[in-house]
């Protein structure tokens, strides 16, 4: 099977690039910063004859659309919801246009709306179901996403689609104290509970968005324009959520009880049942155990990073 990559030298695309590799698929990365790899053409896909065209000569089975401004507020409100919207519908028009048969999309936790002063979920955890409140451009620029990922699928019976939303993503190479995305390392973020509260302590590393890539792509019988949670079966901080909440997210205190054990706040189980995927990473099996050591977790009991919601 031969794969397009969009965004194959970001964060997230490097991963999934060299998972599916290792598993032994053909790859090929479209981005718009070169990359050395031969099996790699840089493009800018806002401009649809270069979308068209690299499409239509590289004809792929399966197209994994990742290329994006991924920051929000790292540019102009109306640049990144224009880029992103109006690059998704070039890049999946291309790709029908093509005979792509599978189109996978990077969509995002921030749809939900956390973070907003005021925010309110119906429940925990947090998952397909849950309504999508969008605050900024990039947050609503891929609930847009989403919508055109449905509307394809109806349109094109013949091609499977899909979204997911995948958690704070985290290299390999960050395990090891390289920086994350915001600067800080790993260990800092679990130090400290504010970093990752705002993001409601959600986490995935990369080689196990890059599974489950490979679970959707092997998944024929999955259902078509659907859209999934991915993330880490348990939370980014030392101590169970339920605990943190009255500190560091008190407007949703009152939802403690819904919560037990170190389980993520975001439901994994639409990919689980789809796809048969789950993640096997957490912090606690990457980290080096000097690290695990000063955060005063390397005696936590492995059990408690089990998904225990009631
Ligand atoms: N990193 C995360 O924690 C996270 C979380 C949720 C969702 N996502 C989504 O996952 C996807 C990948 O995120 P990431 O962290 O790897 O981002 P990134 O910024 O590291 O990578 C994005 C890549 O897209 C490329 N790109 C941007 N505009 C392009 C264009 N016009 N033409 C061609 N290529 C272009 C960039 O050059 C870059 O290599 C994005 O859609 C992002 O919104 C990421």
Known sequence: MHIAVTG???????????????????????DRTGSTDEQS?????????????????????????????????????????????????????????AGVTRILVASSPTVLGYGRPGWQPQSLPLDEHSEVQPHHAYALSKVVL????SS??????QTRLASFRPCYVVAPEEW???????????????????????????????????????????????????????SAADVMAVTPPADLLSTYLPEIAHLSDQLSGNGSLFSIEAAAQDLGWAPTRSWRNQLPAAALER????????????????
């Open 8 to 30: 194959g030298s970001g964060r997230l695309g490097r991963s999934v690039v060299r998972g599916l590799r290792e598993a032994g698929l053909r790859v090929t990365s479209i």
């Open 41 to 97: 053409v840089e493009a800018d896909l806002t401009e649809p004859a270069q979308a068209a065209a690299i499409l239509h000569k590289l004809r792929p089975d399966a197209l994994v659309h990742l290329a994006a401004i991924a920051v929000p507020f790292s540019a102009p409100e109306r640049t990144i919801f224009g880029v992103n919207t109006g690059m998704g519908f070039t890049v999946l028009e291309a790709a029908i246009e």
């Open 146 to 149: 989403e919508k055109m990922v």
């Open 152 to 157: 394809f699928a109806l349109a094109h019976p």
């Open 176 to 230: 090891q104290g390289a920086p994350t995305q915001q600067g800080h390392t790993i260990e800092e973020r679990l130090a400290s509970p504010e970093l990752a509260a705002v993001s409601l302590f959600n986490y995935l590393d990369a080689r196990d968005a890059a599974s489950f890539v490979m679970a959707w792509l092997d998944a024929d019988s999955a259902p078509s324009g659907r859209c999934y949670f991915v």
């Open 295 to 310: 955060l005063g977790a390397l005696t936590a009991d492995p059990a408690s990073t089990e998904r225990t919601f009631h």
